[in-house]
């Protein structure tokens, strides 16, 4: 649990505040609080900035000159990668797989795309489908080729390397937990790439803490999500020094609240982001945190929580919703007094 014997840039703002959710947790019938991870700086921050520590770390490291990675057209990930490439003066090229076959023109340029632009990256896109990882060794032999080093980022960053930004986050939050005197029962988040569930868990299992995870779906089904979570959690805890720490039942994820596919918004997922909005001036994405916390609203109302104290780990996205403001009618709240 030594973080420091691994390289590391320090451009986050942490720790993220843990904060209790008064309006929501009497909305729900829990005792809800967020870990703000949607305040982790670089362009409006998200989980992506813990794992880009240790990512850019690795790639300075390596003398790299150029960052290249991929996602879908939204992605926050390239957004906070290409605003880190900016920032320590790195090359940066983004491969965008069109996972949604959306034409609307925000989608395609704004939120994100637009970021993604801003910070000087190009992009590159692809159909829905496409085998991105195997595009992205050809798009990076070719810049090698052109003499450029370049250091390959898995999409959403979740490879060993960058999970350790994760169990960084289990320490902080049950650093701040202990500090407070506050006993938490369980942490709620969304999981798509699987880095931050898997680097959560590596980090509460290596500590013996007993705080159970749930990550929420937004893509895979089921087992293959928990699977490639376990995977990733045995390869990171092996990295720490602690192989063997995480158990298969460790890793749990339910996969309820993906709806249609990934990248397609559910009304559930809505429904949170009007509630997290308009009871606590919380803004979600619909892509990851509005199904994970659809999935939070939802099992709360179950029961599935009775007499918890729950921590939703808010993994940003918001910058997500300019790409998608079709995706909510707002024009009752033009009004005449
Ligand atoms: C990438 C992302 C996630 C999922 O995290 P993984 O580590 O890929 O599982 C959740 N929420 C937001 C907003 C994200 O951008």
């Keep these: ?17 843990l904060e209790r959710m008064d309006r929501l947790s009497e909305a729900l019938g829990i005792d809800l609080w967020i870990k703000r991870d949607d305040c982790t700086g670089m362009s409006t921050g998200g989980n992506k900035t813990r794992k880009l520590e240790f990512l850019f770390g690795e790639a300075l490291d390596q003398g790299a000159d150029m960052v ?16 880190f490439a900016a920032r320590l003066g790195l090359k940066c090229h983004v491969l965008l797989e069109d996972r949604t076959s959306y034409n609307n023109a925000n989608y ?19 159909p829905g489908g496409h085998d991105m990882p195997a595009e992205m060794e050809r798009a990076a032999q070719k810049k090698r080729d052109d003499g450029h080093t370049v ?29 407070a005197n506050l006993k938490i029962d369980r942490v709620v988040h969304a999981t798509g790439s699987s880095g931050t569930q898997a680097g959560l868990v590596t980090g509460l299992c290596a500590m013996n803490t007993g705080i159970p995870v749930l990550g929420i779906g937004t893509r895979a089904p089921q087992p293959k999500q928990e699977q490639m979570v376990y995977d ?16 298969r ?22 429904e949170a982001i009007r509630m997290f909005a308009e009871l606590e001036g919380i803004l979600l994405d619909p ?8 999935g939070l609203i939802d099992l709360a109302r179950k029961g599935t929580f009775k007499d918890e104290r729950v921590v939703f780990l808010h993994t940003g996205g918001s910058v997500g919703l300019f790409g998608y403001d079709f995706a909510f009618d707002h024009a009752d ?3 005449n007094l």
């Design 68 to 83: 290249m990675t991929q996602g879908a057209t939204q992605s926050n990930h390239a957004r906070q990668t290409a605003a």
């Design 249 to 270: 039942e460790d890793v749990m994820a339910n996969t309820d609240y993906v709806g249609e596919g990934y990248g397609l918004p559910t009304e559930s997922g809505i």
């Design 232 to 247: 990733l959690a045995c390869k990171t805890a092996e990295k720490l020094g602690c192989p063997g720490v995480v158990q």
């Design 108 to 126: 395609n340029n704004n939120g994100n795309v637009l970021l993604d632009h801003l910070h000087g990256a190009t992009t590159e896109k692809f």
């Design 287 to 294: 892509v990851y945190s509005a199904k994970g916390a659809a």
């Design 1 to 17: 649990m030594h973080l420091s014997r691994f390289p590391r840039v320090f451009l986050a703002h942490l720790p993220t505040p």
């Design 333 to 335: 709240r033009w009004v």
């Design 151 to 179: 250091y390959v980022i898995p999409g959403g960053g979740s490879n060993p390397t960058g999970a350790l930004g994760y169990v960084n986050c289990a320490l902080e939050l049950v650093c701040q937990a202990n500090n």
